[in-house]
């Protein structure tokens, strides 16, 4: 049983920031690779923002680098997405995804996670 439960969405002005967090609760948590993804109505779930166990490397979607920062807190069992200049188009329900972690690589293909959280609305106004 792996369980992820995302929190820290709402809605927020253009320009704002939010910090969403994903709480992992079942297994290691410091030995998975964590992911953020983003899914809006009509569209394919995407990928945003990972972070491998080995090494913490990170990469993110071109539309959000330099905004938002992936982080991890192995003592917490909680990893974060601190989205900041957040935009209209960043509108979307967020959700983190687990794996276990292999080799160094961030794997940005949904199939790749098998454990994902319930997901959390991220709403920005313009």
């Known amino acids: 049983q792996v369980q992820l439960v995302e929190s820290g969405g709402g809605m927020v002005q253009a320009g704002g920031s939010l910090r969403l967090s994903c709480a992992a609760s079942g297994r290691t948590f410091s030995t998975y690779d964590m992911g953020w993804f983003r899914q809006v109505p009509g569209k394919e779930r995407e990928f945003v923002a990972g972070?491998?166990?080995?090494?913490?490397?990170?990469d993110y979607v071109d539309s959000v680098k330099g905004r938002f920062t992936i982080s991890r807190d192995n003592a917490k069992n909680t990893v974060y997405l601190q989205m900041n200049s957040l935009k209209p188009e960043d509108t979307a329900v967020y959700y983190c995804?687990?794996?276990?972690?292999?080799?160094?690589?961030?794997?940005?293909?949904?199939?790749?996670?098998?454990?994902w959280g319930q997901g959390t609305q991220v709403t920005v106004s313009s």
């Open positions: 995804a687990a794996r276990q972690g292999w080799l160094n690589v961030i794997r940005m293909d949904r199939n790749a996670y098998p454990y």
């Open positions: 972070i491998t166990w080995s090494t913490g490397k990170t």
